[in-house]
T-cell receptor
């Protein structure tokens, strides 16, 4: 059974204070690791897909990296508008494009 | 704004009511999904439709009945729900469930409250 563990559960940063969120996973045949951002009362917003170890993707202040056991979401010089819950999900070799989500990291960036 | 549109945004219903949630996408995606999300929890998969056919049912109670009338529309029919069914119901779509893996794109959900 695919499993995803995210840490920390919650993170409070000062504006400009860089940090990283962790997503550890076990999956039978990784077909993709996905990062989403979710604001309160909204649906998850797609950020990145990573497919193989060593891959990196960047978007504005966010950078996602992938190893064979975990993924990191690095946030550089965050701003208050980066406050959200960040969800990690994996798709394994089983059919149907079924995603297994982690419980998320709730990020708050303060002035 | 998301490209997956869900209506209504909020729904309050009694346990004996029948209602439907609607989802629409015009991205040409051939896979559509229903998820249930409780507060401070990740989304839980309920159903997957691939090319308008039900391909996954995650042992969801029969009081939830999905329908995919065409490649752009997905409905979730609700009947005799329980208070514990109160949650955010999310619809998502992706290019397909086969071949190259593509991300799922989510709507903003319907906030459902059962009285």
């Amino acid at each position: 059974e695919d499993q995803v563990t995210q840490s920390p559960e919650a993170l409070r940063l000062q504006e400009g204070e860089s940090s990283s969120l962790n997503c550890s996973y076990t999956v039978s045949g990784l077909r993709g690791l996905f990062w989403y951002r979710q604001d309160p009362g909204k649906g998850p917003e797609f950020l990145f897909t990573l497919y193989s170890a060593g891959e990196e993707k960047e978007k504005e202040r966010l950078k996602a990296t992938l190893t064979k056991k975990e993924s990191f979401l690095h946030i550089t010089a965050p701003k208050p508008e980066d406050s959200a819950t960040y969800l990690c999900a994996v798709r394994g070799a089983g059919g149907g494009n079924k995603l297994t989500f982690g419980t998320g990291t709730q990020l708050k960036v303060e002035l | 704004d998301t490209e997956v549109t869900q209506t209504p945004k909020h729904l309050v219903m009694g346990m004996t009511n029948k209602k439907s949630l609607k989802c629409e996408q015009h991205m040409g995606h051939r896979a559509m999904y229903w998820y249930k999300q409780k507060a401070k929890k990740p989304p839980e998969l309920m159903f997957v439709y691939s090319y308008e056919k039900l391909s996954i049912n995650e042992s969801v109670p029969s009081r939830f009945s999905p329908e995919c009338p065409n490649s752009s529309l997905l409905n979730l029919h609700l009947h005799a729900l329980q208070p514990e069914d109160s949650a955010l119901y999310l619809c998502a779509s992706s290019h397909s469930t086969r071949g190259e893996d593509q991300p799922q794109h989510f709507g903003d959900g319907t906030r459902l409250s059962i009285l």
